[in-house]
């Protein structure tokens, strides 16, 4: 790490400790809400303190941190529970490279700002991990497109003003092929259908939305009919070396948590953390945590080394693979320690044990990891990939 990395570093971890982890509790108990002026707040201090919009580019008004710095500050930002992070926004980083000017100026520069968010529109009921059997589609009519599709798990639709649209183009050349847009949330036609409880007690609710012929204009479409499921690849890979980093920040906090109270906690007349079970499972769990830091650390670098890009995708996988998988047992082993302590929702493990545990369904499940880890080794072999 250079001086820059440990003081990004240590300026996310200290907005974490001094500011958000005070409000986990509050969350927890009041249906993942926090007072709206201390949510300002945060979300104030994270633009003032370099962290929001950390993955966009300078001249764009982001703070275009090394993506080894992101992962840094986005492991900070898994210490902390009930989505309160989530004020540490990164944008999505692969529109600057792609969308027209009209786009960056309408919506990616007002959201790198702060100003609007964005929510992604593209699994359906019928399309999960399979995203090419997406039904949503696109017809183009004159200057405009038509949009139809239902779609459902829509992070942050209630606090979006706009969404990434992806559905499949309907008659012309492209027939079938995949097509990206911007579209308004408040665009006719755009019907919020239901927001279904979650897991997780999170403020962001993971909506169903209906889009019934939803008309933008042409200019909204993304880059070419046909390259949708380039901008989903990389928005992937990206969230999926996040998602490690996160669960890094997770099980240290576990750890930490779990480690002062196993030290604390007297029975038979000594501390827990001197029966052999007890240390057996920090241990593990500090084990794991440390193969899974150097494989998100390692990763980073290596990206912005500029390896291939097909290395990356086969990393990216094994990094959340595994890094998620550690998390969740990390987070049972702390709860197992806690006691029944460890089964109120006022314990931070009760909530990690929650929380983690989607960690290993968005951005891809652990066996599409699997099958994308196993399909690289059968293409390029043990020695480039490890
Ligand atoms: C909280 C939350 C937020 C989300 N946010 C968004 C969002 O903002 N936008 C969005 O578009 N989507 C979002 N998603 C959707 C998410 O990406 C999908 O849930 C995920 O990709 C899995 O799809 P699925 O749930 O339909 O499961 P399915 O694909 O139906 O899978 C069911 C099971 O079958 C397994 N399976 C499927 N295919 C294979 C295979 N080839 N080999 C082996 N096993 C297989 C899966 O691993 C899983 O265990 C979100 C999901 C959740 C839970």
Redo the contacts with the bound molecule.
């Keep these: 790490m250079s001086d820059e990395d440990r003081e990004i570093q240590d300026r996310a971890r200290a907005f974490v400790d001094d500011e958000l982890i005070p409000w986990e509790e509050h969350a927890e108990m009041h249906d993942g809400q926090i007072p709206a002026d201390v949510r300002q707040r945060h979300h104030e201090r994270a633009i003032e303190l370099g962290l929001f919009a950390m993955n966009m580019p300078k001249e764009l008004g982001g703070t275009g941190m090394t993506m080894f710095q992101q992962a840094l500050v986005s492991e900070q930002i898994g210490r902390v529970t009930n989505a309160l992070g989530w004020c540490v926004h990164t944008p999505p980083a692969w529109a600057p490279a792609v969308v027209s000017p009209f786009q960056l100026e309408r919506w990616i520069v007002p959201t790198i700002r702060g100003d609007v968010h964005e929510?992604?529109?593209?699994?359906e009921e019928g399309?999960?991990?399979?995203?090419d059997a997406i039904a949503a589609t696109a017809r183009r009519d004159g200057d405009d497109y038509v949009l139809n599709g239902t779609?459902?798990?829509?992070?942050?639709f209630n606090s979006a003003g706009y969404c990434f649209f992806?559905g499949k183009i309907v008659d012309g050349p492209n027939a079938g092929a995949h097509a990206m847009f911007f579209v308004d949330k408040d665009t006719p036609g755009v019907r919020l259908v239901r927001e279904p409880r979650?897991t997780?007690t999170y403020p962001d609710t993971?909506a169903i939305v209906a889009f019934e012929d939803v008309r933008v204009p042409a200019s909204h479409l993304i880059g070419a009919e046909g390259d949708g499921m380039s901008f989903t690849y990389e928005w992937f890979r990206y969230e999926r070396l996040m998602i490690a980093a996160r669960c890094c920040g997770a099980a240290e906090r576990l750890i930490d948590e779990a480690t002062a109270f196993a030290t604390e906690r007297v029975q038979f007349g000594q501390p827990i953390i001197g029966f052999q079970a007890i240390g057996h499972m920090l241990a593990d769990s500090l084990t794991e945590l440390w193969a899974a830091r150097l494989m998100t650390y390692r990763l980073a670098q290596e990206i912005d080394e500029g390896v291939d890009v097909k290395i990356q995708h086969a990393h990216c996988s094994m990094a959340k693979l595994y890094a998620s998988e550690m998390a969740g047992r990390v987070a049972d082993r702390a709860v197992q320690i806690f006691g029944g302590r460890g089964y109120m929702r006022e314990n931070v493990a009760e909530r990690f044990y929650r929380e983690l545990r989607?960690d290993r369904?968005?951005?891809?499940?652990?066996?599409?990891q699997?099958?994308i880890v196993a399909d690289q080794l059968r293409k390029r072999g043990v020695r480039a990939l490890a």
Excluded: F, L, P
Aim: with cysteine; glycine share 6%; hydrophobic share 30%.
């Design positions: 929510c992604y529109a593209i699994t399309a999960g991990s399979d995203v779609k459902m798990h829509v992070t942050s992806q979650y997780h993971h989607v369904i968005w951005e891809g499940t652990s066996e599409i699997r099958s």
